[in-house]
């Protein structure tokens, strides 16, 4: 039904719009461009999308060939065994932009998981070429069809995109070679002929190719069905062929590792290895459990995880079929962690160079460069992007909020993809704690000072001996090279390389045991070095309460001044900003008895007493820390405290009273990042000291996320943590070390820790022993 062409007056007299046709948006042909050359980031970026159309398509096999390259006739045929296209076809799918036949999950034939998905490949040939020949055929068809599309006509900017018209033609087969013009099979699938190439298709430039073709089938589950090769027509050896994947060179790894989230959301982690027995598991665990701070369901849906770890210092290839160098150029043009959904790869995650770095290897690396075992601390070892091959994989069924953005250049940013992100770290950093625990197994280890120590004394007996040996041999050299009396011999070539060699291989492990020692000395410099930063850091609070403590005091007063003063009305205020005003200065003076609170502490904790190792009531101690952040606790986090369950009478411990006051206070400031996600009426800490007999134990509770499942016997390594903020690590990892520290190490206590506790959150448990005497 048509609107009426009317004009008549509205309510208020003004006369009412007249209808006087319809319209619709049109699309400048320039769009095409835009979609092809504009957004596809490279010709190799073009090149897979046209396989994976192929793939699409259920071909078995896809044949990239060159003709003429460094000439001006070079040419590029791109061709398919796939199903092929009808005119119909090519009409209704194959030239409508963005077509929605792309939206079938399933191909026909083989069943396949369609990898595209926008429609959008096909515009990627304008990247390519100048002009394209689209030759299709249908198994058992009469006539074949071809469409020949001049890209430049695109690039007339009145034109609009419908009115663009390309030659569609009838043949009767596409048994005629495009390159050799000789006769040829090709019974079913797609041709594509590309003419006036736009790049200059160099051998380095056609391994790139072969390169990038190598990493879109994932060498974990590659598809039997589905082979890509390579003709340069240059008799480029190492270039021309079918592209193989390597993957029987995996076998060659120290580690194997497997991780997976259900569709339970379940996480679970295997690790394993064909050079030992050793053998890792992540019981699974609810996402909530495992990741914190991330939801309870993870957004990225289902996942897989699977990657080889390499160090190649360690590689005993005497059980494989090849050698170092194969190992060397597999890792080469496969390291790195990528993403492949159905089987296909998610560019740009994960280059072999480094780049596409999602997971931080190099910033990581960067920040703690030293080897796995003997030089780097306890938990503080990362895998380097060179030493591993691993992919995630995805599914467009299992995880339909990964999408990729329209350029084809890696995912939608969003919560699915920083869950994505979340559990791949997640499964690194559970290698990277096992694998060193394992190494340090391997090599039983000893304080550094203690280490350096023994080294040296070490070094100087071997220096020593071998100075000696040397002094031997270089006598012996000497009456070699005397002759003989009565006879001409002297000593032979042999016989003085052999003492040659000897003196070479003691100066050698000279050298080498120096290295060693002052390695060793070097760390435990940095450990002084970190301790007198510590120091300073003490220092600094210190004088920082000081100051405060007085700036406090002047500022409160000054507030009770202003408000006794507006009581009395010395000064005149108006009514309507008389209570503001004095809700104000309460606020002002209650502050500033908070940061006064704070200072004091501070001056306290710092207090000579507490820095020299005596008796004192560990129960006190631990009531005054609460109670020096009772207000911080309480009324700015809304936490509930219950520190009622304490002995009758003194509670005696021999130590330094100041350790205890920092233990106490990191387990508070750990427990309320835990609390923040919680609402206020579940926010809870508690806080139990009991009689063991010869020991006390404190049992420190909160009611927050609590610990990462399998984090347990790692939280108290040094620079380990899983505290993050919008993805970036926000923590130190120092603050249980240091109490694990000053439990064990200063006080010759025991700590450990559960991920669920009482309160559901995490749990502490301390065992102290009493003090021997008053």
């Known amino acids: 039904m048509s609107l009426p062409n009317t004009s008549a007056e509205n309510d208020n007299g003004e006369a009412k719009p007249t209808l006087i046709g319809k319209a619709s948006f049109s699309v400048s042909s320039r769009v095409a461009l835009q979609l092809g050359r504009e957004s596809i980031s490279s010709s190799i970026t073009a090149i897979v999308e046209l396989v994976k159309n192929a793939y699409d398509a259920d071909a078995d096999h896809v044949r990239i060939r060159f003709a003429n390259l460094g000439t001006r006739e070079a040419m590029m045929v791109i061709e398919d065994d796939g199903v092929g296209m009808s005119v119909e076809t090519l009409r209704n799918h194959w030239l409508v932009i963005g077509t929605d036949n792309k939206a079938k999950r399933r191909t026909t034939g083989k069943k396949r998981t369609v990898t595209g998905e926008k429609g959008l490949g096909r515009l990627g ?114 270039v021309d062929g079918p592209i193989a994947l390597p993957a029987a060179v995996l076998k060659a790894a120290n580690w194997k590792v497997v991780a997976t989230l259900d569709d339970a ?13 050793t053998e890792y598991r992540f019981k699974p665990a609810p996402w909530s459990e495992a990741i914190k701070k991330m939801g309870d369901k993870p957004r990225c849906g289902p996942l897989r995880m699977e990657f080889h770890v390499f160090i190649r210092s360690h590689n005993d290839l005497s059980e494989h079929d090849f050698d170092r160098s194969e190992i060397a150029s597999f890792i080469k043009f496969n390291q790195g962690i990528r993403i492949y959904r159905d089987g296909f790869r998610v560019k740009p995650y994960g280059e072999p160079d480094g780049s596409g770095d999602w997971l931080r290897f190099a910033y990581q690396r960067m920040q703690n460069p030293d080897g796995v075992a003997g030089k780097a601390k306890p938990g503080a070892w990362r895998l380097g992007h060179n030493q591993v091959v691993g992919a995630v994989f995805i599914t467009h069924d299992s995880n339909p909020e990964l999408d990729d953005q329209t350029n084809r250049e890696g995912l939608l940013q969003g919560k699915a993809f920083e869950h994505l992100q979340a559990f791949a770290e997640k499964v690194i950093q559970w290698f990277q704690l096992h694998h060193q625990t394992f190494e340090i197994g391997r090599k039983a280890t000893r304080a550094p000072i203690e280490k350096a120590e023994d080294k040296a004394k070490e070094s100087m007996s071997g220096a020593g001996e071998t100075l000696k040996k040397i002094e031997t041999l270089a006598g012996k050299i000497s009456e070699m090279l005397k002759p003989t009396v009565g006879t001409d011999r002297s000593p032979s070539a042999e016989e003085i390389q052999k003492a040659t060699a000897e003196i070479q291989t003691g100066l050698e492990k000279a050298r080498s045991d120096y290295e060693e020692t002052a390695k060793l000395f070097k760390q435990v410099e940095e450990q002084k070095d970190t301790m007198a930063n510590l120091a300073s850091l003490g220092i600094l609070a210190a004088a920082f309460g000081h100051e405060t403590l007085d700036w406090t005091v002047t500022v409160a007063e000054n507030a009770d001044d202003v408000r006794a003063n507006l009581t009395n009305k010395t000064f005149m205020v108006p009514p309507s900003e008389e209570e503001r005003l004095d809700r104000v200065l309460r606020d002002m003076a209650g502050e500033a008895d908070k940061v006064r609170k704070f200072a004091q502490f501070t001056i306290d904790n710092l207090n000579r007493r507490k820095r020299i190792k005596r008796n004192f009531c560990l129960k006190e101690t631990v009531l005054n820390v609460f109670s020096a952040f009772e207000e911080v606790i309480k009324i700015h986090r809304n936490t509930d405290v219950d520190v009622s369950e304490m002995p009758n009478g003194k509670c005696m411990i021999y130590a330094f009273q100041m350790d205890w006051e920092s233990v106490v206070v990191n387990l508070i400031t750990n427990a309320l990042w835990a609390l923040e996600d919680k609402p206020a009426k579940d926010r809870r800490i508690k806080a139990v000291l009991k009689d063991a007999g010869d020991s006390w134990v404190l049992t420190f509770d909160d009611s927050g996320c609590g610990l990462e499942a399998g984090t347990e016997p790692f939280i108290f390594h040094p620079t380990f943590t899983t505290k993050k903020k919008r993805g970036e690590i926000d923590g130190t990892g120092m603050g249980l070390y240091i109490v694990k520290a000053f439990v064990e190490g200063h006080s010759n206590g025991s700590i450990s820790a559960i991920s669920r506790g009482l309160l559901g959150g995490a749990s502490f448990f301390i065992k102290v022993p009493k003090a021997t005497k008053e």
């Open 125 to 238: 040939l304008d990247r390519l070429c100048a002009r394209t020949e689209v030759e299709s055929i249908i198994l058992d068809s009469k006539d074949g069809v071809r469409l020949d599309v001049v890209w430049r006509r695109y690039e007339d900017t009145q034109a609009r995109l419908e009115t663009i018209e390309h030659d569609i033609y009838t043949i009767q087969n596409l048994n005629l070679d495009p390159i050799t013009q000789n006769q040829c099979k090709f019974s079913h699938g797609t041709r594509l002929v590309l003419h006036e190439l736009k790049d200059d298709w160099t051998r380095d430039v056609v391994e790139d190719l072969r390169d990038e073709l190598a990493l879109l089938l994932s060498p974990f589950n590659a598809q039997n069905d589905f082979q890509i090769t390579i003709e340069s027509g240059m008799e480029w050896s190492d």
């Open 265 to 277: 959301d379940y996480m679970e982690i295997q690790m394993s290895s064909q050079r030992h027995d």
